[in-house]
């Protein structure tokens, strides 16, 4: 079945940085796009970035662009079904709970859009001190 296993989540000072991964099983990892979300609570559960099958397109959240772009950065590595999320001068407000997705569709280009997304992780929790 498909699995998916965030790490790499924790307590990080202001301005500090962290790379989540996220472990895929199951199925043919490089057929499919994968996405990261986040959830603070209250809140809706919110894009932050994808990367498409072969890795040669990302898109990235809202928030992820004009003065902040590349604060976020999305990579995947095939051979080691792994996808990434490298976080740089991070906040308080990026405290949430992270959580990676798997695109729905075989080679298709990832969206925003959450049902895009079957499989999620269990989320791996981020936190941001001031």
């Known amino acids: 079945q498909v699995t998916l296993v965030e790490s790499g989540g924790g307590l990080v000072q202001y301005g500090g940085s962290l790379r989540l991964s996220c472990a895929a099983s199951?199925?043919?990892?490089?057929?499919?796009?994968m996405g990261w979300f986040r959830q603070a609570p209250g809140k809706e559960r919110e894009f932050v970035s994808a990367?498409?099958?072969?890795?040669?397109?990302?898109?990235?959240?809202?928030f992820n662009l004009g003065i902040e772009k590349g604060r976020f950065t999305i990579s995947r590595d095939n051979a080691e079904n792994t996808v990434y999320l490298q976080m740089n001068s991070l906040k308080p407000e990026d405290t949430a709970v992270y959580y990676c997705?798997?695109?729905?569709?075989?080679?298709?280009?990832?969206?925003?859009?959450?049902?895009?997304?079957?499989?999620w992780g269990q989320g791996t929790q981020v936190t941001v001190s001031s």
């Open positions: 990367i498409g099958w072969n890795g040669n397109l990302d898109v990235v959240g809202p």
């Open positions: 199951g199925y043919t990892f490089n057929d499919y796009a």
């Open positions: 997705a798997r695109g729905s569709v075989r080679f298709a280009r990832p969206t925003t859009a959450r049902d895009f997304y079957d499989y």
